[in-house]
């Protein structure tokens, strides 16, 4: 915190301070991780000369449950087996009325609820558990548990998805369940909420639930900070980025209504060779003056379905309001915040599939056996995220409403030339609103 007030510029005189207390930080933490091995190893000796010597159990017990918790949080597999067993087998050797046994077997039974008030009746769900297969994360149905929403249900920690059904509409509501939680839908305050699903969804509507989910917290990812808890409202997402066919309407519709200069200028563009100097054109014209598909300048010709993408904010935002006053409903640019929701569900995963990554699982720089290009918004099918969003990991980033500053916004998603670290969920950056490069594009969402 001392560092942040200081700028990075600024003479090693002025950075004395901060860098003191993060030596003093650094100091105490490598003496406290010493004190804690001697710990372990003085109770360790005492078992040698009293095998259930309930002090020494309790406290290699309580040792292994910080270790627990601190390696689920740090979502280490083969760390939370290691200590769940260790935790395990000194609980199983204290007397079994041991006062101070209750709070560990609860910890190790790992089971909470989860219960979604909704605002109809009628509606009926069905429940996935999230499971980690060879790769990537894949649901598996729990038994039992298609019910009316509002019943409670008691279920072992984890990661799930409710897919609940109203009439036509059917959307996905992941949740956690924590030990001894009772999760549901909460609002900013975090008091309950009734599950409000819209009745004007269309077929590539993905409607995001409001609540609670993780932000952050992924060392790998640039500009992702530390894990924090979040609210987010409710929103709908199109299920893909906006097309060249989509955007090409837009710019279409502009000449046609006679506003030749604001088409020209939303147009995707090549950068140009100075700062401040706008390149060609990319689409080309036909004789009546409509945009069409063409090749650039590296002879790739761009195909209809491929995500719209070398327009600089400006043109994103005035597509979004094109789309609303086209379909009297209010879509805009997603926050960065939404997208990050939309991509990583509600349990804090790296990627929109889980934690672990393969280059066939999106649209990025080593997902061809060619050149890389971009895709069409429909292949890469397992690039999908926990609510039924699909591209956020690869393809094309999102212009997003928000930024840091002003005069410059943020961007978030992966991109077809993008490195597995850029293809991350808590990845994210920001541009010049001017900005126009091969790697950003349009994402709509509205607010519910």
């Not at 209750?102 to 499971?131: F, S």
């Not at 980033?397 to 993008?418: N, T, V």
């Amino acid at each position: 915190t001392a560092l942040e007030a200081v700028p990075t510029w600024a003479p090693e005189a002025e950075k004395a301070a901060a860098w003191g207390l993060q030596f003093e930080g650094e100091r105490a933490e490598a003496e406290a991780a010493l004190l804690d091995v001697q710990a372990e190893q003085l109770l360790h000796q005492a078992l040698a000369w009293l095998p259930d010597l309930p002090e020494a159990l309790l406290g290699l017990a309580e040792h292994s449950l910080r270790a627990l918790q601190q390696a689920e949080r740090d979502r280490r597999d083969a760390d939370i087996r290691r200590w769940r067993a260790l935790l395990e087998d000194y609980t199983r050797r204290l007397p079994p009325g041991h006062p101070a046994l209750a709070p560990y077997r609860a910890w190790l039974d790992g089971r909470g609820t989860w219960a979604v008030d909704t605002a109809a009746p009628g509606m009926r769900q069905r429940v996935y558990r999230y499971v980690t297969g060879p790769g990537r994360m894949v649901l598996e149905p729990v038994p039992g548990a298609a019910t009316a929403p509002g019943t409670p249900l008691t279920l072992p920690i984890g990661s799930y998805v409710a897919v609940v059904t109203a009439g036509r509409a059917q959307v996905r509501v992941p949740f956690v369940v924590t030990r001894g939680g009772h999760g549901t839908l909460t609002d900013a305050t975090g008091r309950p909420v009734r599950l409000l699903i819209p009745d004007d969804l269309g077929p590539d509507d993905v409607f995001v639930a409001p609540g609670r989910w993780w932000s952050g917290g992924d060392e790998r990812a640039v500009g992702s900070g530390p894990g924090v808890e979040r609210w987010t409202g409710a929103f709908v997402m199109r299920r893909y980025p906006v097309t060249n066919t989509e955007y090409i309407a837009f710019l279409d519709d502009l000449v046609a209504r006679g506003d030749e200069a604001a088409a020209l200028r939303y147009a995707p563009r090549e950068r140009g060779g100075t700062v401040g100097e706008v390149g060609p054109v990319i689409y080309g014209r036909d004789d009546r003056g409509r945009f069409v598909l063409r090749a650039d300048v590296d002879g790739d010709v761009w195909q209809p379905a491929w995500p719209v993408f070398n327009a600089d904010w400006h043109g994103a935002v005035a597509f979004a309001a094109w789309t609303a006053a086209r379909t009297g409903q209010p879509w805009r640019l997603p926050t960065a915040d939404e997208v990050e929701k939309a991509a990583r569900g509600v349990d804090g995963r790296f990627y929109p599939w889980g934690d672990r990554f393969d280059a066939s699982w999106c649209c990025m720089r080593d997902s061809h056996p060619g050149r890389p290009e971009p895709a069409n918004v429909t292949d890469f099918p397992l690039d999908e995220s926990p609510y039924g969003v699909r591209g956020l990991a690869g393809n094309v980033r999102a212009w997003c409403a928000d930024g840091p500053s002003p005069g410059r916004r943020f961007d978030r998603g992966g991109f077809w030339l993008a490195s597995a670290t850029e293809c991350r969920s808590a990845d994210v950056h920001d541009h010049e609103e001017t900005h126009r490069a091969a790697e950003v594009g349009v994402r709509l969402v509205r607010s519910v």
